[in-house]
């Protein structure tokens, strides 16, 4: 008989999830382990495939990153982006395997290192969906991001997540 070793969740951690107050989402991406380089290329086509405007970039590690779009949608559209994406399969799982059916991206510190906004990837386009004033409020306070373009929900409730890695 094989027994499987279970990892033993030690440290506390701050997230934010994607969830909207209206029962939306916006998107977020978790990628480990993946050069920028490929990351770039992939976000550029994702971008352009659902149309999405602004791409928000921060590091979360040596070849590990965030990904944030702000940009309101229904559930559906956005399991779509993120199964079209390379990011973490563990984080792709996450959202089913706990029931809470939202994603996570982390903002407090995991091994000495705290996610830093990198850059957005930006589409010459016009948002077409609402954007996420909750969200937007947080990240650019938290991270001194500069705002998004586009036309917000005017939502101020945000989804906090404290979990175990």
Known sequence: MMMKARRVLKTA???VTNRTKDGKYITFLDYDE???EWLRDELLAIQKEFDLKQLY??????????????????????EKILHRSSCDPGYKKIPWAWGKRVSTLRISEKRGTVPKFLEIIDRDAI???????AHIKFFSKYYTVPLPLGMGDGEEELIMARYRI
Do not use: Q, T
């Not at 921060?58 to 559209?77: A, P, T, Y």
């Not at 948002?127 to 004033?133: A, D, G, H, V």
């Open 127 to 133: 948002p077409m969906r609402e954007l996420s004033s």
């Open 34 to 36: 993946i050069p920028y």
């Open 57 to 78: 970039v921060f590091k979360s590690g040596s070849d590990n990153h965030h990904v944030i779009c702000f940009e309101k949608m229904n559930r559906e559209d956005y």
């Open 13 to 15: 951690v701050a997230g």
